[in-house]
């Protein structure tokens, strides 16, 4: 089982930048692939960014490619989401989430192939 506590919201203005982290209970990180999803008022959860457990691979949703960044410290047990380029839209509370697998290379962009979740973080972009 894995523990995961995200930091790193708040509120920036258009065209700013966030780094969000989440950290990880327990020796295992490294089994799980990771992701980010994102929930705003209203709306569905939706998927943002995905990386592999060996961190080789990437996998991000179109709204965010080419501004957002995933990568991770498996010395750390941490994740990461750099974000650039902030639009209002990109607000919503974010969320981690740990898919434990047996595969090295491969993850999932789909909310119900994750076991674990993070409690979410705030991220407001004004306009």
Known sequence: QVQLVES???LVQAGGSLRLSCAASGRT??????GWFRQAPGKEREFVAAIS??????????SVKGRFTIS????????YLQMNSLKPEDTA?????G???LSLATMSNTAA???????????????
């Open 72 to 79: 991770r410290d498996n010395g750390k047990n941490t994740v």
């Open 8 to 10: 790193g919201g708040g």
């Open 53 to 62: 457990r060996n961190g080789g691979s990437t996998s991000y949703a179109d």
């Open 113 to 127: 192939s994750y076991d674990y979740w993070g409690q979410g973080t705030q991220v407001t972009v004004s306009s």
């Open 93 to 97: 509370v974010y969320y981690c989430a």
């Open 99 to 101: 898919d434990l697998r």
């Open 29 to 34: 990180f490294s089994s799980y692939a990771m």
